[in-house]
T-cell receptor
Framework: GQNIDQPTEMTATEGAIVQINCTYQ??????LFWYQQHAGEAPTFLSY????GLEEKGRFSSFLSRSKGYSYLLLKELQMKDSASYLC??????????????FGTGTQLKVEL | GAGVSQSPSNKVTEKGKDVELRCDPI?????LYWYRQSLGQGLEFLIY????????KSGLPSDRFSAERTGGSVSTLTIQRTQQEDSAVYLC?????????????FGPGTRLLVL
C-alpha cells in the first residue's frame, strides 16, 4: 500500500525560509512530486525528484532520500502569495503503464507579516 | 495553448441522480487522469486513460463510477445514483505521454455536492 505523511499546518514569516517535510512508505516508487494548491484552484506543479539529492528552481528547492523515504520542499524569501497548501505526491507505475500519483493530505502554509 | 479545463465548475445534485463531469485536456496530451479530493483527504487516483483506452481503472470506488474518452481528447466521468459520500472535488490531469519524466497538469476541478 501507499502511505504519505506531511504536517497538516505550518506558519512562517514573510522573507523567511520554511521547510516542509514529507515521508512515504510505498510499494513502488517512480519519482516524488511537489504541487502548490491555492484554495479553490488547481494544483500547480512545483518540482520533482527521481534521484537522491537536491533540485533547485528559483526560490523553491526539493530534496529526496529514497533510502529514508523522505523528501522536503524548501521555500526561500517567503512571500505572502506563498500561503497555500503544498502537496507531496509519490508517482508509481500503475496498471497499463500509467503514472498514477498518490498524494499526502497536504501542508497548509500560512505566511505572516 | 490553454491549460486543462473542466466543466461544470460546481454541481449540486440530489441523492440518486446521475451526474456527468467533463474534462478537456491540454491539446496533444495523450495521457489523462481523474482524481478525487474529499474534504480533509489527499487527492485520490480514480482512472487513467492512454488515448481512448483506460488501462487502469483501479481507483474507481464502485461500479456507479465510469469514464470514457473520445477522440483521444475530451473525457467524461459519470457517477450514477449519486450518494452523499460522492461529494468532493473531482480533478482531471493530463500529461504529454505516460513516460516516466512526464508531469501531470491539473484542471481547476468540479466541486460536486450531493444533497
Amino acid at each position: 500500500g501507499q502511505n504519505i505523511d506531511q504536517p497538516t499546518e505550518m506558519t512562517a514569516t514573510e522573507g523567511a525560509i520554511v521547510q516542509i517535510n514529507c515521508t512515504y512508505q510505498t510499494s513502488g516508487f517512480n519519482g516524488l512530486f511537489w504541487y502548490q494548491q491555492h484554495a479553490g484552484e488547481a494544483p500547480t506543479f512545483l518540482s520533482y525528484n527521481v534521484l537522491d539529492g537536491l533540485e533547485e528552481k528559483g526560490r523553491f528547492s526539493s530534496f529526496l532520500s529514497r533510502s529514508k523515504g523522505y523528501s522536503y520542499l524548501l521555500l526561500k524569501e517567503l512571500q505572502m502569495k506563498d500561503s497555500a497548501s503544498y502537496l507531496c505526491a509519490v508517482r508509481d507505475l500503475g496498471e497499463g503503464g500509467g503514472n498514477k500519483l498518490t498524494f499526502g493530505t497536504g501542508t497548509q502554509l500560512k505566511v505572516e507579516l | 495553448g490553454a491549460g486543462v479545463s473542466q466543466s461544470p465548475s460546481n454541481k449540486v445534485t440530489e441523492k440518486g441522480k446521475d451526474v456527468e463531469l467533463r474534462c478537456d485536456p491540454i491539446s496533444g496530451h495523450t495521457a489523462l487522469y481523474w482524481y478525487r479530493q474529499s474534504l480533509g483527504q489527499g487527492l485520490e487516483f480514480l482512472i487513467y486513460f492512454q488515448g481512448n483506452s483506460a488501462p487502469d481503472k483501479s481507483g474507481l470506488p464502485s461500479d456507479r463510477f465510469s469514464a470514457e474518452r473520445t477522440g483521444g481528447s475530451v473525457s467524461t466521468l459519470t457517477i450514477q445514483r449519486t450518494q452523499q459520500e460522492d461529494s468532493a472535488v473531482y480533478l482531471c490531469a493530463s500529461s504529454a505521454t505516460s513516460g516516466s519524466l512526464e508531469t501531470q497538469y491539473f484542471g481547476p476541478g468540479t466541486r460536486l455536492l450531493v444533497l
